[in-house]
């Protein structure tokens, strides 16, 4: 499966924004996937994550209640909503997926990965 990642831009703290992962292949809803970010001089972290029928989801503790994943498999697209922006969530942040049932949360648990897209958030 081929991913690519769109949606970033510039924003003021407080602002919202909404990336998409779009997938190319017919079984986009077997895999799971995952959203990361890396920061400036720092290592890519987890974000978020959806199972395939996206009943299940996970988040790292600095976006629950501010992020929400979601999934369209009909449009084999991935959303990430991401509302209160604050500045330390600036970053590039990259879709994952992995074809196996269970959400994960590192990144040696993915296999296909799409380019990054940028979120600046200003304070």
């Known amino acids: 499966v081929q991913l690519q990642a769109s949606g970033g831009g510039l924003v003021q703290a407080g602002d919202s924004l909404s990336l998409s992962c779009a997938a190319s292949?017919?079984?986009?809803?077997?895999?799971?996937v995952g959203w990361f970010r890396q920061a400036p001089g720092k290592e890519r972290e987890f974000v978020s994550a959806i199972n395939r029928n996206g009943y299940r989801t996970d988040y790292v503790d600095s976006v629950k209640g501010r992020f929400t994943i979601s999934r369209d498999n009909a449009k084999n697209t991935v959303y990430l909503q991401m509302n209160s922006l604050k500045p330390e969530d600036t970053a590039v942040y990259y879709c994952?997926?992995?074809?196996?049932?269970?959400?994960?949360?590192?990144?040696?648990?993915?296999?296909?990965w799409g380019q990054g897209t940028l979120v600046t958030v200003s304070s």
């Open positions: 292949g017919r079984t986009f809803r077997d895999y799971v």
């Open positions: 994952a997926a992995r074809y196996t049932p269970v959400v994960a949360t590192t990144e040696t648990s993915y296999h296909y």
